[in-house]
């Protein structure tokens, strides 16, 4: 059973800083591209960030320069470092795989998610 299971979520302040991870199992990790989109309340999934399994990485505008993906094949496990948190970055955040059949920023071409976890930046 493929399961992707996100933690590290939380409460911080603005400029504050978080690291999110999403340890996977059911499947062989590094064959696949996997993904960050965040959702927050009343808005449509946004998407954050991707890695290929080659190890080439994808940020949305909104987050680059202040958010990092990466991968630790070792423990099967995606992470989303994420600095100089802004209250607009409050949201839930998902991980996802992608099955390889577009580009790995197209949340279409998302077969599996995470449950989410919550990250709420806030004075």
């Known amino acids: 059973e493929v399961q992707l299971v996100e933690s590290g979520g939380g409460m911080v302040q603005p400029g504050g800083s978080l690291r999110l991870s999403c340890v996977v199992s059911g499947f062989t990790f590094n064959n696949y591209d996997m993904a960050w989109v965040r959702q927050a309340p009343g808005k449509g999934p946004e998407w954050l960030s991707c890695?290929?399994?080659?190890?080439?990485?994808y940020y949305a505008e909104s987050v680059r320069g202040r958010f990092t993906i990466s991968t630790d094949n070792a423990k099967n496990t995606l992470y989303l470092e994420m600095n100089t948190l802004k209250p607009e970055d409050t949201a839930l955040y998902y991980c996802a795989r992608a099955d390889g059949s577009t580009w790995c920023a197209n949340m279409e071409g998302y077969d599996a998610w995470g449950q989410g976890t919550q990250v709420t930046v806030s004075s």
């Open positions: 890695i290929k399994f080659t190890g080439r990485t």
